[in-house]
């Protein structure tokens, strides 16, 4: 089981769409890739949730697109984190940070 | 922010629906290519490689469809899609719509009429500022346990005294006899005291309300006119103008605004009360005035209440002879104003909701019938993938635009059909000028035409949305569902059920209606008709002219051909207006007049008894020969002579009223009914007559506003006006004849409280019943249509025609019979609860065996004729052509 891809925890996926593209403006391929890497494995996205994700990112005013050619120069539409995306990410790393701390202390008292 | 920019987007990408489409394709396949150059170059083949991206994400429609459904507006294209099909649908059928908008506006409209008059009369505030401060001030009389109205020397203390209120007021009914300028004319009228406008909170259209300089004896003559007054009679030129009423010549100071009323009669002139005559600013026995009040901001109706019973104590304890045993009660201005109608009103609400449901299950059948035959194309669009919740959105999206069409219809009927009902019964309903289809109405319209769309859609959609492919597919070549229309039978019953309650409310309002007419006045109501006379001024000088210009004038209205009989009284029987005295027999006077019984005292000449048919049981009436020089004489009415004289003869004895005293008893009349038929007060029930002629001089020359002369005679009204008119202006020219009514108009009118709600309730049982056999017939012809088949086997069999229109009938009959017994048992105990707190029903029971008997067999007698129709259908069938169908 444990080795089997698993879906992203619900409601994570959207600050993990954001941490990816705090480093550089990414397509949507590249985003899927990049996370299945940095998870090791874990997870597996498939286009559906990655792409409605992207739709309501963006209407969200947290990331912005534009098209341009990739390194195989092949056109892409590429997604840019605003500032107003970056703060989030900010505030919700932070968040994440003191759940997963409660969690924990949570799971170690028992 | 984040709304309004999903808002924004999801417009642009309604209205640019293809490049975003065109956007999305792209960049979903660059991210598949991207995905599958991976795999190639891990050494899959191409079409290896698309494959197993396709598994591994998804393939390019299913996730161009998921992400499509994501967003909202692809929600509202949906439902525009559905709608658009819905439109098709209907467009297909039009006699169902047809019968489904007709009936859904019926139902609709019937509720938005009485939901606009219960707007109007019981929800709407009243047109004044801050009115839930406003209240009526009563005198509470114990020993009689009724509020009357106070005397003004009563509300004079009041407004001395009272702490309580942000202002206080008094007004009082009165009529005057306009002789100049124009031709004369008797106004109805109010005296009110200085601040009465301003207690309202209404400003005047001209001119300023009375000072309280004004509002006392002695001040100014002036008045206020009411806006229609101006407008018409003074050609919107009033100001400053002055005006003759009852001989005495006034300035207009005030003209009040367009619409302005207060109670529900018209008033043309407003005078201080403060100038009103003597006797009656004095006397603490008349309680003409009723008094009104804005509370302090912060005080409670109990807190004032409080205080005005300590203020009424004391004033009590001023004049213990007069007061002693009246307390004070309050009661909202609105209450006051609606209340008796609120009642009738929400039963009316009631009733009417019943219809809407009829109407509801009737559109439900249908439309069970219509998705019965549909079966087969859901049963395609599920094969296909459509979800269950997607067929039932489809269904409701249909029921929701035909119920949201029939009530754009209903509103159109509610609006023509309030104006024909509003004509009707203004006069009776209280507030019946504010309503109106506004807003508030309209908002309910599209409410209830929504939530009956999702009512009568809800059933036959979830249950064609349980659809057994198998089955279905199968049978779908013949295009019918099996099985017995359970559910429509069930609907049926329920209309039936419905229609027995509303049959049977209608039915006993009916009833009492028919024993009001029967009921015993006490006199011969027939050939009556009664006026009233404003007195030349010239005549009312003092008492003397008075009562020769009342001979005269009678004297000269007898002679008139066809009159048989005519006479004066200051009380019609069967009116609303009340003289009620506090009286006593012999020398028992009470401590307090105020604890004294009353009696309904008409002031009569001797003629009126003859004039009205009452019965003379002992002595004799008044006669020509009691006059104001000879001896004080009265006559009593049965019911005065059974309470207080149970042992003894009356004649010979003396009654005494609270302002003269030592009347001898000299006759016994027959009791006659006064004010609303069939209920008894304390202050009608004894009665007694005493002679015009021996009223004191005082009151002689104010008597003329409240004298009615009868006349009896066999001829119209209509022939007779002129002559009697032509008769008494030829006296004095300047006497205006007004109030003219016949006796007969006057008992149907003390019956508008039953007959208002008796005609609407019988309307909507009618309805209802419209509603109930159009459903019988329709459920009974659909299921003719679905045994077809059944039928030509029974026919080849050997079965006779006859046998088959028996088993059609009677299939019919028996549903009918269960509705009937479900409502006969709802009827029973919903009539029970309205008779017991509504004063509705008069001289029925609640279970009036006759009125059940006559709703049953009306009842019966419709579901057969509903059946009848579709039993000879079923006889007509050919077996030949039947059986060919398979």
């Known amino acids: 089981m444990a080795d089997k891809p698993s ?104 | 922010m984040s709304l309004l920019r999903s808002m924004a987007v999801g417009l642009r990408s309604l209205f640019r629906k293809e490049r975003i489409s065109q956007e999305l394709d792209e960049e979903l396949n660059g991210f598949l290519e991207m995905a599958a150059e991976e795999k190639i170059k891990q050494g899959m083949s191409r079409n290896e490689a698309l494959r197993s991206v396709r598994l591994e994400r998804g393939s390019l429609e299913v996730t161009k469809e998921v992400v499509r459904a994501a967003s909202w507006e692809s929600f509202v294209e949906r439902c525009w899609q559905d709608l658009r099909f819905a439109v098709r649908l209907l467009r297909k059928d039009p006699g169902f719509v047809a019968v489904a908008l007709l009936t859904l506006a019926l139902g609709i409209g019937a509720n938005t009429a009485i939901f606009s008059v219960v707007q109007g009369v019981v929800l709407s505030p009243l047109p004044y500022r801050e009115p839930d401060r406003l209240v009526m001030v009563w005198l509470n009389n114990h020993s009689l346990k009724s509020i009357t109205q106070l005397s003004y020397a009563d509300f004079v203390d009041w407004q001395r005294s009272s702490r309580s209120f942000e202002k206080i007021a008094a007004y009082a009914w009165r009529g005057f006899d306009l002789s100049s300028p124009g031709t004369p004319e008797h106004l109805p009228g109010r005296e009110i005291s200085a601040n009465f406008f301003a207690m309202l909170g209404v400003e005047l259209a001209q001119g300023r309300e009375f000072s309280s300089e004004e509002d006392r004896n002695g001040g100014a003559p002036v008045v206020i006119i009411s806006n229609s007054l101006w407008r018409d009679r003074f050609g919107r030129t009033a100001m400053g103008k002055s005006i003759v009423l009852d001989g005495v010549e006034a300035t207009i100071i005030g003209v009040l605004p367009p619409g302005f009323r207060f109670d529900t009669d018209d008033a043309d002139i407003y005078t201080p009360i403060g100038q009103r005559r003597l006797v009656e600013q004095n006397d603490r026995t008349v309680h003409n005035v009723v008094c009104v009040a804005r509370l302090k901001a912060g005080v409670s109706l109990g807190q004032a209440e409080a205080e005005m019973n300590t203020v009424q104590e004391t004033i009590d304890r001023l004049h213990p002879d007069m007061e002693e045993g009246l307390g004070a009660k309050l009661t909202p201005v609105k209450e006051q104003l609606v209340g008796d109608v609120r009642g009738t009103l929400l039963l009316l609400l009631g009733a009417v909701g019943v219809v809407l449901l009829i109407a509801c299950a009737n559109v439900a059948n249908l439309l069970l019938v219509r998705t019965a035959a549909r079966t087969r194309e859901f049963s395609i669009r599920s094969a296909l ?208 007049v105020a604890e004294a019984p009353r009696t309904l005292a008409f002031i009569t000449g001797p003629d009126f008894q003859r004039v009205m048919g009452i019965p003379l049981v002992r002595g004799r009436f008044l006669s020509e020969q009691d006059t104001i020089n000879a001896p004080l004489v009265a006559v009593i009415d049965t019911e005065l002579a059974r309470t207080y004289f149970p042992d003894t003869d009356p004649i010979g004895h003396t009654i005494s009223f609270a302002q003269v005293s030592g009347y001898r008893i000299i006759g016994v009349v027959g009791h006659v009914q006064h004010g609303e038929l069939g209920f008894s007060s304390p202050f009608t029930d004894a009665q007694s007559y005493v002679s015009i002629y021996q009223i004191m001089d005082r009151w002689m020359t104010t008597i003329d506003t409240w004298t009615w002369v009868a006349v009896r005679t066999p001829l119209e009204a209509s022939t007779i006006l002129p002559e009697i008119r032509k008769a008494v202006y030829g006296a004095a020219s300047d006497q205006p004849i007004y109030n003219v009514h016949t006796i007969k108009q006057i008992v149907s009118e003390s019956m508008s409280s039953q007959r208002f709600p008796m005609i609407m309730l019988g309307t909507f049982a009618g309805l209802a019943l419209l509603l109930a056999s159009i459903g019988i017939y329709g459920v009974i012809s659909y299921s003719v249509s679905q045994r077809v088949h059944e039928i030509g086997i029974r026919m080849a069999l050997g079965a006779d025609k006859r046998d088959v229109f028996r088993m059609v009938v009677g299939q019919g009959l028996a549903l009918a019979l269960a509705g009937l017994a479900i409502g006969v048992v709802g009827a029973l105990i919903l009539t029970r609860l309205l008779s017991s707190f509504s004063l509705l029903l008069y001289g029925v029971g609640a279970s009036d065996p006759l009125t059940f008997t006559t709703v049953s067999v009306m009842l019966s007698l419709v579901a057969a004729l509903a059946c009848y129709i579709p039993a000879r259908r079923a006889m007509r069938v050919d077996p030949i052509v039947a059986l060919r169908y398979e």
């Open chain 1, 7 to 110: 879906d992203v925890v619900q409601g994570t996926l959207d600050m993990l769409i954001l941490k990816t593209l705090a480093l550089e403006p990414m397509h949507g391929y590249g985003i899927a890739v990049r996370l299945e890497q940095m998870s090791k494995g874990v997870f597996r996205l498939n286009a559906g949730s990655l792409f409605v994700a992207f739709q309501r990112l963006q209407r969200d005013g947290l990331i912005k697109s534009e098209w341009k050619a990739t390194e195989n120069s092949r056109r892409a539409k590429y997604y840019v984190l605003t500032d107003q995306g970056r703060k989030r990410l900010n505030s919700e790393t932070r968040e994440w940070g003191r759940q997963v701390a409660a969690i924990a202390r949570i799971l170690e008292a028992s």
């Open chain 2, 385 to 592: 993938g459509a979800g269950r919740g997607r067929i039932v959105w489809q269904l409701l999206t249909e029921s929701v635009l035909l119920s949201v069409l029939g009530g754009g219809l209903g509103v159109v009927a509610a609006k023509w059909g309030l104006n024909a009902a509003m004509a009707a019964v203004a006069s009776t309903l209280p507030r019946s000028e504010n309503v109106r289809v506004n807003v508030s109405v309209l908002l309910f319209a599209f409410g209830i035409s929504i939530a009956v769309g999702i009512l009568f859609g809800l059933a036959p959609a979830l249950k064609s949305s349980r659809v057994d492919l198998q089955t279905s597919l199968k049978e779908g070549a013949r295009g019918s569902t099996t099985g017995h229309p359970r559910a429509q039978s069930s609907l049926m019953v329920i209309q039936i059920a419905l229609t027995v309650v509303l049959l049977a409310g209608a039915g006993l309002l009916f009833r009492t209606i028919q024993q009001l007419w029967k009921a015993d006045l006490g006199f011969d109501a027939h050939n009556i008709i009664t006026f009233q006379v404003g007195l030349s001024p010239s005549a009312t000088g003092n008492g003397a002219c008075v009562r020769t210009a009342f001979q005269q004038m009678i004297e000269r209205i007898r002679q008139i051909p066809g009159v048989q009989s005519a006479d004066l009284s200051t009380l019609v029987p069967m009116s609303h207006q009340i003289n009620a005295l506090p009286f006593w027999v012999d020398s028992h006077r009470p401590a307090s």
